[in-house]
């Protein structure tokens, strides 16, 4: 029966190969984590496991039902690379030591090198699937579409059905051009949309499938499949730019890239500057002014929305709350004193703005962060949600809703009621940020402390 051994709080079936068949299986054990910190549950797993790798050893032995890769079709190859590469992935990862992790190397190679045909070793699909073979169990290449599942799971917790429907459909007919995090590239990305543009497919259909494939990228940050200092994605549009020499415009600010945003958030709760850590986070989610955000108050916030009060009848506006930000908006609401949503801000005698003596704590903190020109701001974030609402495809009628700007037109500007709640809350949640989750955990644990 496989064995059970307990590595960092979770427990790993294993069964050891007979020496007779080591060289045939390409490993002196089996090995597999069961993710469960339960004894029990783990347990009937590894027995699942169990019949399954005592099976592989009998057809080892007695070469009964085996079947040869060079048989197989290359995608049936292909599969089974994902598959079996993945595992030496997770035993590589989990040596004891440096020897042991090279001997694990060695025998991950040799058996990478079944997938190259005997007869033909420089044979391109072969030379290709051993390959990706190695930089798989390496960590340096990552199967996509088992992290399908996950994702959507993940989803349905976050954002509502019919969004959950439509970004899985433009997901899995994403993972049938990309396959693993290798082939992700900018240039990829982009050829894949010009594609699917002159196929006929509308802009904002374009916006929708890019926000949900940004979307996936960051779930893919935050568990470890891909770097979180890659991302294909931030300079891939899903329309045609337009208007990039209007005259006229409010002065410049750059908008902060998601990676930056969430930086400069870790910075403040690395100074445990709590106050100046909820404006940040605020203004992630919702796009408003800085002393709109500072001068909220509970009176403004209700279950489902935040009440923002600015400058301009367009200003005054109902901002959804993302699902991301309503546990931190909880916790603030159970620890308050007062009125403000914001605790410890101080006001100016002369005007009773709460965001002076706070902007200028962040401004010297994106200074000590590199962010030195003049054009980053803390009005960047504005522009940072502002441009990820626009390259996921959002109406600009419901961006304006969102961040209080006027409509134009006579039409929707003059007569219509504006977006829905149901339309402003779908377009705030194709905001993402990679690494957000964790940042505002340990926000939570701060206000907590």
């Not at 916006?207 to 891909?226: E, I």
């Not at 990039?244 to 958030?265: C, D, I, M, W």
């Not at 709460?354 to 980053?376: C, D, I, P, W």
Request: charged share 30%; proline share 4%.
């Amino acid at each position: 029966m496989a064995r059970l051994e307990k590595r960092r709080q979770l427990w790993y079936a294993v069964l050891d190969v007979p020496k007779d068949v080591q060289s045939k299986l390409g490993t002196k054990r089996f090995f597999k984590s069961t993710k469960q910190k339960d004894r029990e549950k783990a347990q009937i797993l590894a027995s699942k496991w169990d019949s399954d790798w005592r099976a592989r050893i009998h057809e080892a032995r007695h070469g009964k039902h085996t079947i040869s890769k060079s048989a197989l079709t290359y995608e049936e190859k292909q599969r089974l690379v994902f598959s079996e590469a993945s595992e030496w992935r997770e035993r590589i990862g989990m040596a004891a030591d440096p020897a042991t992790r090279e001997f694990h190397i060695d025998d991950m190679k040799e058996n990478a090198k079944e997938y190259l045909d005997p007869e033909d070793p420089e044979e391109a699909n072969g030379d290709a699937l051993a390959t990706l073979f190695v930089e798989i169990a390496l960590g340096e290449c990552s199967p996509l579409r088992p992290h399908l599942d996950g994702f959507i799971a993940e989803l349905r917790r976050d954002v509502q059905s019919k969004t959950v429907d439509l970004y899985s459909n433009a997901i899995v007919q994403f993972l049938d051009n990309f396959e693993n995090t290798r082939d992700v590239t900018a240039a990829a990305i982009q050829g894949y949309f010009e594609g699917l543009r002159n196929e006929g497919r509308a802009d904002n259909t374009l916006g929708r499938d890019l926000a949900a494939m940004r979307r996936f990228w960051t779930y893919l940050q935050t568990k470890g499949a891909v770097s979180s200092e890659r991302d294909p994605f931030s300079s891939v549009r899903s329309t045609s730019r337009k208007g990039q020499n209007r005259q006229g415009r409010a002065k410049h600010y750059e908008p902060f890239t998601p990676n930056e945003s969430v930086e400069l958030l870790r910075g403040a709760l690395e100074k445990r500057d709590a106050p100046l850590a909820i404006l940040v986070l605020l203004a992630l989610w919702t796009g408003a002014r800085i002393e709109s955000l500072c001068s909220l108050q509970w009176a403004q916030v209700d279950g489902k929305t935040i009440h923002l009060k600015d400058k301009t009848d367009a200003g005054n506006r109902r901002v959804p709350i993302h699902p991301k930000l309503s546990p931190v908006i909880n916790k603030l609401r159970e620890a308050s004193t007062n009125e403000f949503v914001i605790p410890d801000l101080s006001a100016t005698k002369k005007t009773g703005a709460r965001s002076n003596a706070v902007g200028k704590r962040f401004g010297h903190l994106k200074t000590r962060m590199g962010h030195e020109k003049q054009t980053k701001v803390f009005h960047s974030f504005r522009k940072t949600v502002v441009t990820q609402l626009e390259q996921n495809g959002v109406p600009e009628t419901i961006t304006a809703a969102i961040v209080g700007h006027e409509v134009g037109t006579m039409t929707y500007g003059l007569y219509s009621g504006g977006p829905s709640f149901e339309q402003k809350l779908q377009a705030i949640q194709t905001l993402s940020y990679p690494r957000i989750d964790g940042a505002t955990n340990d926000l939570l644990r701060l206000l907590a402390s």
